[in-house]
Antibody, heavy 121, light 107 residues
Framework: QVQLQESGPGLVKPSETLSLTCTVS????????WSWIRQSPGKGLEWIGF???????TYNPSLNGRVTMSLDPSKNDLSLRLTSVSAADSAVYYC???????????????WGQGIQVTVSS | DIQMTQSPSYLSASIGDRVTITCRAS??????VNWYQQKPGKAPKALIY???GLQSGVPSRFSGSASGTLFTLSISSLQPEDFATYYC?????????FGQGTKVDIK
């Protein structure tokens, strides 16, 4: 079955850019929607955004335009960039597959194991 | 944003008990609700999609129902592996939002 694996730095300095990659194995990223979700003790589970197989994306407005998600079919992976980070962005970040159906008929049916990212100088 | 309010936040139950967790949406969201199970240190796992659909590979003791803006996850006979935290999530409108979670513990 499909497997997802997040990678990237575990420590990011305040005001810098957080960059993560999610490598997908056991299936193609094509024809699916993909999301990033984060989890912190204070905020619970927070949806960051989704990107479709066509490349279009929709983000959580609470992130105030700081987020960019993209797919790379040649590498079968997806990426997340979050700019101008602060301590409030410290969390476990998950990539997840959001199914093949068009929104709003989506469910996160496969998840990566998650990666802890801490924002600190 | 659509608020998803789960109750209870915590429940203590015994093996074999029937367990019910509810999630109320702050507005009408049709049946675009999913349920997840999360164990400590692990990623969430999908259990129920579109309010009542059983995700592939999930035991049939799990079920979901919907009535207006109230959604319910039921476990018919609690098993040792079911002790975990459960979350509801709506995909009706952006931003997709989650409930705050219900922790199911051993009595």
């Amino acid at each position: 079955q499909v497997q997802l694996q997040e990678s990237g730095p575990g420590l990011v300095k305040p005001s810098e850019t957080l960059s993560l990659t999610c490598t997908v194995s056991g299936g193609s990223i094509s024809n699916f929607y993909w999301s990033w979700i984060r989890q912190s003790p204070g905020k619970g589970l927070e949806w960051i955004g989704f990107v479709s197989y066509s490349g279009s994306s929709t983000y959580n407005p609470s992130l105030n335009g700081r987020v960019t998600m993209s797919l790379d079919p040649s590498k079968n992976d997806l990426s997340l960039r979050l700019t101008s980070v602060s301590a409030a962005d410290s969390a476990v970040y998950y990539c997840a597959r959001a199914g093949w159906k068009h929104p709003p008929d989506n469910c996160f049916d496969a998840w990566g194991q998650g990666i802890q990212v801490t924002v600190s100088s | 944003d659509i608020q998803m309010t789960q109750s209870p936040s915590y429940l203590s139950a015994s093996i074999g008990d029937r367990v019910t967790i509810t999630c109320r949406a702050s507005q009408s969201i049709s049946t675009y609700v999913n349920w997840y199970q999360q164990k400590p240190g692990k990623a969430p796992k999908a259990l129920i999609y579109a309010a009542t659909g059983l995700q592939s590979g999930v035991p049939s003791r799990f079920s979901g129902s919907a009535s207006g803006t109230l959604f319910t996850l039921s476990i018919s006979s609690l098993q040792p592996e079911d002790f975990a935290t459960y979350y509801c999530q709506q995909s009706f409108s952006v931003p997709w939002t989650f409930g705050q979670g219900t922790k199911v513990d051993i009595k």
